[in-house]
Nanobody, 127 residues
Framework: QVQLVESGGGLVQAGGSLRLPCTVS????????MGWFRQAPGSEREFVAA????????SYADSVKGRFTISRDSAKNTVSLLMNSLKPEDTAVYYC????????????????????WGQGTQVTVSS
């Protein structure tokens, strides 16, 4: 089992920044990849960004490229999402996720299974 706890959400004005840390515990050595997803009211959950736990690979949704940065600290067992130049449309509940199964299909980070999820943290961007 892997446990994930997000923090760092809150209310910020458009153009501002937030950092969302995700603390990882449990069977950490089993993890292949970590991802951040978000879900706005009335919308489906969508992929935001992902990072490999075992290499330097990263991936971003087109909507956040150039504004968001995902990083991991293996020594501290954390994955963080730094969000700059925030827009009102970034308002959502943000979820941290972990994938611990091997996957070799297309669109690797967006389609791979994420087996573990955090409880989510609310991010609200005011205009």
């Amino acid at each position: 089992q892997v446990q994930l706890v997000e923090s760092g959400g809150g209310l910020v004005q458009a153009g501002g920044s937030l950092r969302l840390p995700c603390t990882v515990s449990g069977r950490i050595l089993s993890i292949y990849d970590m991802g951040w997803f978000r879900q706005a009211p009335g919308s489906e959950r969508e992929f935001v960004a992902a990072v490999s736990w075992r290499s330097l690979g990263t991936s971003y949704a087109d909507s956040v490229k150039g504004r968001f940065t995902i990083s991991r600290d293996s020594a501290k067992n954390t994955v963080s999402l730094l969000m700059n130049s925030l827009k009102p449309e970034d308002t959502a509940v943000y979820y941290c996720a972990a994938g611990d199964t091997f996957y070799s299909g297309p669109e690797y980070y967006t389609r791979r299974p994420y087996n573990y999820w955090g409880q989510g943290t609310q991010v609200t961007v005011s205009s």
